[in-house]
Antibody, heavy 122, light 110 residues
Framework: QVQLVESGGGVVQSGRSLRLSCAAS????????IHWVRQAPGKGLEWLAV????????FYADSVKGRFTVSRDNSKNTLFLQMNSLRAEDTSLYYC????????????????WGQGTTVTVS | QSALTQPASVSGSPGQSITISCTGT?????????VSWYQQHPGKAPQLMIY???NRPSGVPDRFSGSKSGNTASLTISGLQAEDEADYYC??????????FGGGTKVTVL
């Protein structure tokens, strides 16, 4: 079945880096844009970034621009989120999620979500 | 990239209709037909309920409907059921090619 599985979360000290991964299965990964969305404990959803199907287009929320980098390896059906200069306010559950389309432009909706991986910045 | 504005909570009795509003600006909600809505039950991942303002994915009950007027989008749940109790988030594409979520609305079925 269509599935996204995040990994790489954990406890990290403020100022350090962490790399999250998202493994896709059950669909043609290279056809779809993929988003990262996070949710702090007890809080709402916060959109972070999106990468287009081919990886040539990336867009970021102001809150993470310059610190986080999204990339993908279509040969391995895997998405990455490199997080640098981590802060306490980055403590969240991080979801990867599939765009309904290629994510070159337009906001067509996010139709598949992983279960998330937890990042705690101490 | 300010969050879209949603009411913190909305409640209704079973069978009633409720509407959740989502207010943005001409740079997001008002600028495109790219508003989507997500349902999230506690401890679960969000689920897409409405995309491109009015469209329902397959499997979403037709008691869920979406609309938009100007800078405000709305999600209506008709014939409210107990399983509809959840948090709901709107989301819009923006003029900077980014996305923005609303703060979320807790729906309580009385």
């Amino acid at each position: 079945q269509v599935q996204l599985v995040e990994s790489g979360g954990g406890v990290v000290q403020s100022g350090r880096s962490l790399r999250l991964s998202c493994a896709a299965s059950g669909f043609t990964f290279s056809d779809y844009g993929i988003h990262w969305v996070r949710q702090a404990p007890g809080k709402g959803l916060e959109w972070l970034a999106v990468i287009s199907y081919h990886g040539r287009n990336t867009f970021y929320a102001d809150s993470v621009k310059g610190r986080f980098t999204v990339s993908r390896d279509n040969s391995k059906n895997t998405l990455f989120l490199q997080m640098n200069s981590l802060r306490a306010e980055d403590t969240s559950l991080y979801y990867c999620a599939r765009d309904r389309k290629a994510a070159v432009a337009g906001g067509y909706g996010i139709d598949v979500w992983g279960q998330g991986t937890t990042v705690t910045v101490s | 990239q300010s969050a879209l504005t949603q009411p913190a909570s909305v409640s209704g009795s079973p069978g009633q209709s409720i509407t959740i509003s989502c207010t943005g600006t001409s740079s997001d909600v008002g600028g495109y037909t790219y508003v989507s809505w997500y349902q999230q039950h506690p401890g679960k991942a969000p689920q897409l309920m409405i995309y491109e303002v009015t469209n329902r994915p397959s499997g979403v009950p037709d008691r869920f409907s979406g609309s938009k007027s100007g800078n405000t989008a709305s999600l209506t749940i008709s014939g409210l059921q107990a399983e509809d109790e959840a948090d709901y988030y709107c989301c819009s594409y923006t003029t900077t090619s980014t996305w923005v979520f609303g703060g979320g609305t807790k729906v309580t079925v009385l």
